[in-house]
């Protein structure tokens, strides 16, 4: 009796324990369940976001998108199915995904491209055209009114023993050239689509996806090509616009879509986009290049191949029904920096007879940026050949274009090479030596923020307490400083951003400009026509080369950016693009809707293009005497 007594009380015992366990079991399931419903679809949600907006940047073929997706439906339908599994097989699903969004994210890159010369698709070929050193052929545009011959080569290639040689003449061509697409852009540095399309996500200050992939143009040192678009007419005369892109003097290609040349043809021009030498290989200077040269020179064989381009042009273009005497070379930023050197440059007299120029001049004492002496360009040279272990030219000549693009060293300037240049382009337009032109020229309203914000992207954006310290190390001279600040506001660290920016875009930019239409004006008879652009959008509004689509009328030619404009943009850029006509037609560009007066040094006579059309005081002129006294002060 007491053994079964003792027994059941041992079994109630044993009983209530394996309940307790079992209702620990029960508890502490429901925790983890608890846990994996609230934690789990948080960072599903957050590990999806970060890899869709990811994809996004990477612009790569649409089917690795939508592995991805199927990637993480299949990540989220496992881990429900196996969370009340082992632990292990937990962490075998996260390592499997890791693995293969990894291999993903990989294989997403872009693949790379010759661009088409039209957007339409099987285009029709133009008839063949005669050239003085063979046949091209052509595309129209889709409603035909344009003709498009893209591809056609100025010069050699400058490879093998040409490299760092000045451009020859080209070799002439036997079969009838296909000029239907963009040959390679000029070597240079690839930027990867993430880093690319962050720095678009921070203009537009908005995101807009877009998963389509978005091809890489292909570069190559064979890039020595002009594209013309002329009008679907039998006209002949036309005038001529040469357009020389920008982007520092190391990157950049004629086949962007904003200077596309489709609507300047459509006013009756035809437009030629040249290509050149960038970076190490179009402005490498060395004293054992210098000594081979026939011509002595060394340093500007980007802005030789330029000068090579328009001789062509002269030599061509009547071929297009163009007009050699009626040739207006244009160019943004380094391009304008270049288009001030040509109109500088005793090579390039007789070649053109108007210039345009954004954003960018090196007519000035000191140009602060796309210019430095021939004895700094030497010793950046000589670091090349270090960084390569050569011991001369011939040696750094056989090093590949791939190894050679990626140069620690910075080789973006111009330089006085006693050809192309024999003084500065400043001196030669003191001295009478320029070519006497027409120009048009002008700036954006926040030119300096996409060099600024970089640059200060880890210390932190200029503000009040910080911003005269800045400008210090800038400009080495407190008193210019202070006479600087005297022109700004800094009641607030928002203003102190934008007033920093105003003084280092008035250094870079706009005082360059003044400084070469006052060139101009006291030594030359030709007309000055100067312009500052600010018009808001959703897109580049006024930073550095965001007028160019309106110049262009090309903002709705990338259908990406759609989003960014209304009927005010498009109406401006008509208003631009025909300004710009009638300048390139006439060297004047007032229309019949437009007068635009010529330029005068109290700079109150500037045009505006921004929210209203219409003629301004120069917002910078208070500016532009303090860095008259900076110079001065300089060179004492």
């Given at each position: 009796?007491?053994?079964?007594?003792?027994?059941?009380?041992?079994?109630?015992?044993?009983?209530?324990?394996?309940?307790?366990?079992?209702?620990?079991?029960?508890?502490?399931?429901?925790?983890?369940?608890?846990?994996?419903?609230?934690?789990?679809?948080?960072?599903?949600?957050?590990?999806?976001?970060?890899?869709?907006?990811?994809?996004?940047?990477?612009?790569?073929?649409?089917?690795?998108?939508?592995?991805?997706?199927?990637?993480?439906?299949?990540?989220?339908?496992?881990?429900?199915?196996?969370?009340?599994?082992?632990?292990?097989?937990?962490?075998?699903?996260?390592?499997?995904?890791?693995?293969?969004?990894?291999?993903?994210?990989?294989?997403?890159?872009?693949?790379?491209?010759?661009?088409?010369?039209?957007?339409?698709?099987?285009?029709?070929?133009?008839?063949?055209?005669?050239?003085?050193?063979?046949?091209?052929?052509?595309?129209?545009?889709?409603?035909?009114?344009?003709?498009?011959?893209?591809?056609?080569?100025?010069?050699?290639?400058?490879?093998?023993?040409?490299?760092?040689?000045?451009?020859?003449?080209?070799?002439?061509?036997?079969?009838?050239?296909?000029?239907?697409?963009?040959?390679?852009?000029?070597?240079?540095?690839?930027?990867?689509?993430?880093?690319?399309?962050?720095?678009?996500?921070?203009?537009?200050?908005?995101?807009?996806?877009?998963?389509?992939?978005?091809?890489?143009?292909?570069?190559?040192?064979?890039?020595?090509?002009?594209?013309?678009?002329?009008p679907n007419t039998t006209e002949t005369n036309l005038p001529v616009l040469v357009y020389i892109h920008g982007g520092s003097l190391t990157t950049g290609?004629?086949?962007?879509?904003?200077?596309?040349?489709?609507?300047?043809?459509?006013?009756?021009?035809?437009?030629?986009?040249?290509?050149?030498?960038?970076?190490?290989?179009?402005?490498?200077?060395?004293?054992?290049?210098?000594?081979?040269?026939?011509?002595?020179?060394?340093?500007?064989?980007?802005?030789?191949?330029?000068?090579?381009?328009?001789?062509?042009?002269?030599?061509?273009?009547?071929?297009?029904?163009?007009?050699?005497?009626?040739?207006?070379?244009?160019?943004?930023?380094?391009?304008?920096?270049?288009?001030?050197?040509?109109?500088?440059?005793?090579?390039?007299?007789?070649?053109?007879?108007?210039?345009?120029?954004?954003?960018?001049?090196?007519?000035?004492?000191?140009?602060?940026?796309?210019?430095?002496?021939?004895?700094?360009?030497?010793?950046?040279?000589?670091?090349?050949?270090?960084?390569?272990?050569?011991?001369?030219?011939?040696?750094?000549?056989?090093?590949?274009?791939?190894?050679?693009?990626?140069?620690?060293?910075?080789?973006?300037?111009?330089?006085?090479?006693?050809?192309?240049?024999?003084?500065?382009?400043?001196?030669?337009?003191?001295?009478?030596?320029?070519?006497?032109?027409?120009?048009?020229?002008?700036?954006?309203?926040?030119?300096?923020?996409?060099?600024?914000?970089?640059?200060?992207?880890?210390?932190?954006?200029?503000?009040?307490?910080?911003?005269?310290?800045?400008?210090?190390?800038?400009?080495?001279?407190?008193?210019?400083?202070?006479?600087?600040?005297?022109?700004?506001?800094?009641?607030?660290?928002?203003?102190?951003?934008?007033?920093?920016?105003?003084?280092?875009?008035?250094?870079?930019?706009?005082?360059?400009?003044?400084?070469?239409?006052?060139?101009?004006?006291?030594?030359?008879?030709?007309?000055?026509?100067?312009?500052?652009?600010?018009?808001?959008?959703?897109?580049?509004?006024?930073?550095?080369?965001?007028?160019?689509?309106?110049?262009?009328?090309?903002?709705?030619?990338?259908?990406?950016?759609?989003?960014?404009?209304?009927?005010?943009?498009?109406?401006?850029?008509?208003?631009?693009?025909?300004?710009?006509?009638?300048?390139?037609?006439?060297?004047?560009?007032?229309?019949?809707?437009?007068?635009?007066?010529?330029?005068?040094?109290?700079?109150?006579?500037?045009?505006?293009?921004?929210?209203?059309?219409?003629?301004?005081?120069?917002?910078?002129?208070?500016?532009?005497?303090?860095?008259?006294?900076?110079?001065?002060?300089?060179?004492?």
């Amino acid at each position: 009796m007491a053994n079964y007594e003792d027994n059941k009380i041992v079994d109630y015992e044993s009983n209530t324990s394996l309940y307790k366990m079992d209702e620990k079991k029960d508890k502490k399931h429901i925790v983890k369940e608890v846990l994996f419903w609230v934690f789990f679809p948080i960072v599903f949600l957050l590990l999806s976001a970060i890899l869709i907006f990811y994809m996004d940047l990477t612009d790569g073929p649409l089917i690795f998108f939508i592995l991805m997706l199927l990637l993480l439906v299949t990540l989220a339908v496992l881990r429900i199915i196996f969370r009340k599994k082992k632990w292990y097989i937990g962490v075998a699903t996260w390592i499997g995904f890791i693995v293969l969004s990894t291999l993903i994210l990989d294989f997403s890159k872009p693949g790379l491209e010759y661009r088409p010369a039209v957007l339409n698709a099987s285009p029709e070929k133009t008839e063949v055209l005669s050239l003085k050193d063979g046949k091209v052929q052509g595309v129209y545009n889709e409603d035909k009114s344009v003709m498009v011959y893209a591809g056609i080569p100025y010069a050699k290639a400058p490879i093998g023993d040409l490299r760092w040689k000045e451009p020859q003449d080209v070799e002439p061509w036997n079969d009838v050239l296909d000029c239907s697409y963009f040959r390679a852009k000029s070597m240079q540095k690839t930027y990867d689509s993430v880093t690319n399309n962050l720095v678009d996500i921070y203009a537009q200050k908005s995101w807009h996806p877009n998963y389509l992939e978005q091809k890489i143009e292909i570069s190559s040192e064979d890039s020595l090509y002009v594209n013309i678009w002329k009008p679907n007419t039998t006209e002949t005369n036309l005038p001529v616009l040469v357009y020389i892109h920008g982007g520092s003097l190391t990157t950049g290609s004629p086949s962007f879509y904003a200077y596309n040349g489709e609507n300047m043809a459509k006013n009756g021009i035809i437009q030629v986009n040249i290509s050149y030498r960038l970076g190490v290989f179009g402005y490498l200077a060395l004293e054992e290049l210098q000594n081979e040269s026939p011509n002595h020179t060394t340093g500007n064989y980007g802005l030789l191949d330029q000068i090579k381009a328009l001789e062509w042009i002269n030599e061509n273009i009547e071929s297009f029904g163009g007009n050699k005497n009626n040739i207006t070379i244009a160019g943004e930023s380094a391009g304008s920096s270049s288009v001030s050197a040509i109109c500088a440059s005793p090579l390039a007299k007789g070649l053109f007879q108007k210039a345009i120029g954004e954003s960018s001049s090196v007519v000035l004492t000191t140009p602060p940026h796309t210019f430095r002496t021939l004895e700094s360009a030497k010793a950046v040279g000589r670091s090349v050949l270090t960084e390569f272990n050569c011991k001369n030219v011939s040696e750094l000549r056989k090093i590949s274009a791939d190894e050679l693009v990626n140069t620690k060293s910075t080789n973006s300037s111009m330089t006085v090479d006693g050809y192309a240049l024999p003084k500065t382009p400043y001196q030669l337009y003191l001295d009478g030596e320029a070519s006497d032109v027409p120009l048009l020229n002008g700036f954006n309203s926040m030119e300096a923020d996409a060099f600024t914000v970089p640059t200060y992207l880890s210390s932190g954006q200029p503000n009040v307490s910080n911003s005269k310290a800045r400008l210090i190390t800038v400009f080495n001279d407190e008193d210019i400083v202070n006479k600087m600040m005297a022109t700004q506001s800094w009641n607030n660290d928002e203003e102190a951003f934008r007033s920093f920016n105003n003084i280092i875009a008035t250094y870079w930019f706009a005082h360059p400009h003044y400084s070469w239409s006052k060139a101009i004006k006291e030594n030359y008879s030709s007309p000055v026509y100067t312009y500052y652009f600010d018009k808001e959008n959703g897109y580049y509004s006024g930073y550095h080369s965001g007028e160019l689509p309106y110049v262009f009328n090309t903002l709705s030619r990338n259908k990406n950016l759609t989003f960014a404009y209304d009927e005010s943009d498009y109406n401006l850029a008509k208003t631009m693009n025909s300004a710009w006509a009638a300048f390139i037609k006439t060297g004047n560009p007032s229309t019949s809707s437009l007068t635009w007066e010529e330029w005068d040094k109290d700079q109150t006579n500037v045009m505006h293009f921004g929210s209203t059309v219409e003629m301004m005081k120069d917002k910078y002129s208070d500016l532009y005497k303090i860095f008259e006294e900076y110079y001065s002060k300089a060179s004492v």
